[in-house]
């Protein structure tokens, strides 16, 4: 499992620096037990956050099939200095890739990010900055 080096700083004893694991994509193949059918329906739940903006953030993201419930994978990492949207992006690419080498090709999305799901379905403009 890959890991990154965050500082965060603790109030108490001031500031310290451990090693955070990160959750890496699935294999190409879902895994024990679940099937793949294109014309089931899948959520891509997915968040991110910074401590401050920009700070030490974080982001997840699970996948879900969703007529049995099922988790299929979770994909969750560190950032040692990001912005909250940069956070919001990170765990909405990660999972897509996640989805993509599940074979996974239709996906409903759900998220807290306003900007960010509203860029996804047209309604906000993206720029490349």
């Known amino acids: 499992a890959e890991s990154t080096r965050i500082s965060m700083p603790n109030k108490l004893k001031g500031t310290y620096t451990r090693a955070v694991p990160l959750i890496a994509v699935p294999a190409a193949r879902p895994p ?33 099939h969703d007529p049995t419930g099922r988790v299929l994978c979770v994909v969750a990492g560190a950032l040692p200095c990001s912005t909250n949207n940069r956070a919001e992006y990170r765990a909405l690419i990660s999972g897509l890739q996640a ?31």
């Open 32 to 64: 024990p037990g679940a099937v793949i059918r294109p014309s089931d329906g899948y959520t891509l739940e997915f968040d991110g956050g910074s401590r401050r903006n920009p700070g030490p953030s974080g982001y997840g993201a699970l996948l879900r």
């Open 99 to 129: 989805a993509h080498v599940l074979g996974i090709r239709h996906i409903r999305l759900q998220g807290d990010s306003q900007l960010v799901l509203r860029q996804m379905s047209g309604s906000y403009n993206a720029s490349d900055e």
